[in-house]
T-cell receptor, first 111, second 115 residues
């Protein structure tokens, strides 16, 4: 099927690490993306990973890709209140000129 | 300039009205997209323009009519909408429609309410 799956909610304490997980379905996916959406706003591309990589780090963000299990994760180190948002993972399949979004994970930060 | 702009930010229209949503980018991107996003849902692709030609129409009702007058502009013409068409309409662009330069950059969206 076309589903890209994510858990709906995650709550973390300020300063802790957040780990948002995603599973996708198509082993031929070439690029996997993480987008952030703040309330009432569009989507902001945070980072992406090419399917021949297993890790990518960019400042506080670490993306891990397990291609065998079709599992993608986004780790946000030292989570801040400004990280509160919905995080969408998305896959781009090699055969398609479109991307498939997951349902989004709402990240909330508690003091 | 690394942004996608959309106007208006908010739009309220009746079911008999005709209105248009506008999207603009000056990044030299040659692919542009319209998405519809309902509350608490992911964006759903509606249309893709590739080099100013419509390349994907995701079976969108004809009351939505896209137009790409040039490589920087994308319009979505609306006519005889239904209340269930109320949503956030997002425009996006990418440098190329396929290949490595595919990352999509989104505008802030137009929040549409159909009464």
């Amino acid at each position: 099927g076309e589903d890209v799956e994510q858990s709906l909610f995650l709550s973390v304490r300020e300063g802790d690490s957040s780990v948002i997980n995603c599973t996708y379905t198509d082993s031929s996916s070439t690029y996997l993306y993480w987008y952030k959406q703040e309330p009432g706003a569009g989507l902001q591309l945070l980072t992406y990973i090419f399917s021949n990589m297993d890790m990518k780090q960019d400042q506080r963000l670490t993306v891990l890709l397990n291609k065998k299990d079709k599992h993608l994760s986004l780790r946000i180190a030292d989570t801040q209140t400004g990280d509160s948002a919905i995080y969408f993972c998305a896959e781009r399949r090699s055969s398609a000129s479109k991307i498939i979004f997951g349902s989004g994970t709402r990240l909330s930060i508690r003091p | 300039d690394t942004e996608v702009t959309q106007t208006p930010k908010h739009l309220v229209m009746g079911m008999t009205n005709k209105k248009s949503l506008k999207c603009e980018q000056h990044m030299g991107h040659r692919a542009m997209y319209w998405y519809k996003q309902k509350a608490k849902k992911p964006p759903e692709l509606m249309f893709v323009y590739s080099y100013e030609k419509l390349s994907i129409n995701e079976s969108v009702p004809s009351r939505f009519s896209p137009e790409c007058p040039n490589s920087s502009l994308l319009n979505l013409h609306l006519h005889a909408l239904q209340p269930e068409d109320s949503a956030l309409y997002l425009c996006a662009s990418s440098q190329r429609p396929i290949g490595q330069d595919y990352e999509q950059y989104f505008g802030p969206g137009t929040r549409l309410t159909v009464t």
